[in-house]
């Protein structure tokens, strides 16, 4: 194992709230983070969000804020939930930080010196989902893969970078590196798509298009392309080119991302440290989809889960096991509650919590809670030592493969294995029967417990460190290193042993999906309370809808001409609840003293009141015809 492990997730996209593809690579990056520094590795692990962009402007307009603002409350939901989900990151890097700008200039003006960008008129087929040019043999059918939308022509002089100068080394990069890619099946994927002759990359985009971004060094008139931005904070944030923590680390660097973004990171970021002189990163890690119905989830599919709900109801740990036990890396898995229950009642529950409150309560019972000391081992000990020491090997063998699920199975099939010792040396028996041998027993069920916590840790650190907690040990989480727990010499637990808790109660997947639950997690939380005069300000009237006009390119919002005595227009999000017909004479309720907002370059005076439900949006209306323009209280 290197002295070193830097490791990083995607910046993620602060077009939307994260969800739980976000927070299953956040969540693998921070297991293999802290499975390294229990190996007693030097770890760095970085996330953090990508700002710049059409997706990003699309995204603030609509939600009628400045691209500034919307980034800085956007970005401030991934930092917030990181936390929340015991995420051990050493820092968390955004693109629109200065630092940051000032690297992304110095790599443009590096690669143009060197001759590799060159100003061209170019045109051809735009995600703008993607952001970027699609060639016609990447469409399905026409259509962006991911997106599922005909891309738009455009034709326009730019700036390109000669990504093909450095084809024919790439390929030969990816072929003497065999992990540089992996799983293999990526690796692949990248080769053949290298077969093909690679186009260069283009790598700006007109100010007159798009403002927000990073100015070229060598042209004020232009931003630079989101990903040739966002891909180099992998070396920013490390303080590249000087700084301490990019020499230390980038040399040992290691991406996690999803098959999605794989071409950028398996071809254009490697031909971007290339021309800019810079080592290519180590390795390349990547996973697939979770699915939900056979699809991918996705916010443009409307069908993301969030992964504060599942938290909040099953609890962190049970959520962060479900996720690295049920995908294989690599593959795509299909996410559904039913099987998290089930993971929870039998994997938790049953097997893990019953052997945690089993064996310390024998030890409570029989010692009073204190250490027992071991005497001669017995057969039955030497073979639960072997199982313990395998289980060590097979598990940091399987961490080392990124085979999360077999290395948490190897841990299952020892849970397995001191659930039968139990069984098999009858403690309960022995504490009427054997007094002597009974110690050496309990000893090796409660070093079985350590070894088995020290495992856990870096999937569950709140569970193992739970389960250190009643073992008495002073040392616990990270400071219990992965090499000193197989030393059989050493204390299986210095007490005294507390009384155990349940730690992982069963759930009655009936009830949890009553309906009861279900109102419990939409009502939303009260507000503070506010005066009467404070509600006074708000000026509400009722209005007659004479005029409706949609807003080219929203998919949510509509123009409403809105008769309140005076006429007045204002831009409603109501596009996927409401057509034309359903509105053209309808009155309803308005907030005309709301400061004017811009929403997709129509300006709206004035708010319409409507509830949300898990049906839909409901508009406020007057339950018979009142005259417009009159006040409501
Ligand atoms: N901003 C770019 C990445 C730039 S990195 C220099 C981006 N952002 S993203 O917000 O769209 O995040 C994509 C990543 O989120 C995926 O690569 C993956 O890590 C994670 N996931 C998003 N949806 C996912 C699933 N449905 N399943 C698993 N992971 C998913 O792309």
């Known amino acids: 194992m290197t002295e070193r492990y830097y490791v990083t997730t995607p910046i993620y996209y602060v077009n939307a709230a994260p969800h739980l593809g976000h927070a299953y690579t956040t969540i693998v990056a921070d297991v293999l983070a802290r499975y390294h520094r229990l190996a007693g590795v030097k770890t760095f692990f970085l996330t953090g969000t990508d700002e710049h962009g059409d997706k990003i402007v699309k995204a603030a307009e609509e939600a009628g804020q ?40 110095m790599i443009l003006s590096r690669v143009q010196e060197k001759g590799d960008i060159y100003f061209s008129e170019y045109e051809g087929l735009y995600c703008f989902g993607c952001e970027r040019f699609y060639m016609e043999r990447e469409l399905v059918d ?78 004020e008139q232009y931003v630079t392309y989101v990903w040739f931005d966002a891909l180099i904070n992998y070396i920013s944030a490390l303080g590249y080119p000087d700084g301490d923590l990019f020499k230390a680390n980038w040399p040992v660097a290691q991406h996690l991302v999803a098959k999605d973004i794989l071409k950028p990171h398996g071809i254009y970021w490697p031909c971007m440290l290339k021309a800019a002189g810079i080592e290519p990163y180590r390795h390349l890690n990547v996973h697939g989809y979770w699915n939900i119905n056979e699809g991918k989830m996705s916010k443009s599919l409307g069908n993301v889960v ?18 690295m ?86 841990i299952w099939d020892f849970i397995g294995k001191v659930n039968k010792y139990i069984v098999v040396t009858e403690p309960w028996v022995l504490a009427k029967s054997d007094r002597g041998r009974l110690p050496t027993v309990l000893w090796h069920v409660m070093k079985s417990l350590k070894i088995i916590s020290v495992l856990l840790w870096p999937v569950m650190p709140e ?95 509509i123009k409403l001409t809105v008769d309140i005595g005076e006429e007045r227009t204002v831009v409603a999000g109501i596009v996927e609840h409401y057509n034309e017909a359903d509105l053209v004479g309808k009155q309803v309720i308005l907030v005309i003293n709301l400061e004017p907002v811009k929403l997709m370059g129509v300006e709206s005076r004035g708010m319409v009141l409507a509830a949300e439900d898990e049906s839909g949006v409901h508009l406020l209306v007057p339950d018979s015809e009142t005259v417009p323009g009159s006040k409501v209280r």
């Open 325 to 410: 036990r049920d995908m294989v890396f690599g593959l795509d898995s299909e996410f559904s509650e039913e099987a998290l229950i089930g993971r929870i009642n039998a994997d938790l529950a049953n097997d893990l919590g019953n052997l945690v409150s089993r064996s310390v309560s024998m030890v409570y019972k029989y010692f009073k809670g204190e250490a027992p000391k071991p005497g001669e081992a017995a057969t039955a000990d030497l073979d639960l030592k072997g199982n313990a020491l395998e289980t060590i090997e097979a598990y940091s063998r399987y961490m080392n493969e990124l085979a999360f699920h077999k290395a948490l199975i190897s």
């Open 306 to 323: 969030k992964p504060l709900e599942l938290v909040d109801i099953y609890g962190l740990d049970a959520f962060r096991y479900f996720l």
């Open 142 to 219: 026409g259509k962006c893969p991911d997106h599922q939308e005909e891309p738009t022509v455009i034709k326009e002089s730019n700036y390109f970078f000669r990504m093909s100068n450095y084809q024919d080394w790439l390929i030969d990069h990816i072929n003497r590196n065999p992990g540089f890619i992996r799983p293999e099946r990526y690796k692949n994927e990248v080769l053949s798509f290298l077969k093909e002759p690679l186009e260069d990359l283009c790598i700006s985009r007109p100010k007159t298009r798009l403002s927000w971004g990073i100015t070229l060094p060598f042209d």
């Open 66 to 105: 400045s691209p500034k603002e919307y980034v800085d409350m956007i970005s401030a939901l991934f930092s917030d939930l990181w936390p929340k989900l015991n995420i051990s990151n050493n820092d968390f890097i955004r693109t629109t930080d200065e630092a940051h700008k000032d690297v992304v200039r």
């Open 463 to 557: 569970t193992a460190e739970k389960i250190q907690g009643l073992l008495g040990l002073s040392r616990k989480g990270e400071e219990l290193k992965l090499q000193d727990i197989g030393d059989w010499t050493a204390g299986a637990f210095e007490g005294p042993v507390s009384k155990a808790p349940h730690l992982f109660p069963r759930i009655d997947a009936e009830k949890k999906q009553g309906p009861e639950d279900q109102k419990k997690k939409k009502t939303p939380k009260a507000q503070p309370m506010i005066s009467f005069q404070d509600f006074q300000k708000l000026d509400l009237r009722v209005g007659t809808v004479k005029a409706v006009e949609a807003i080219p390119k929203s998919k949510k919002l």
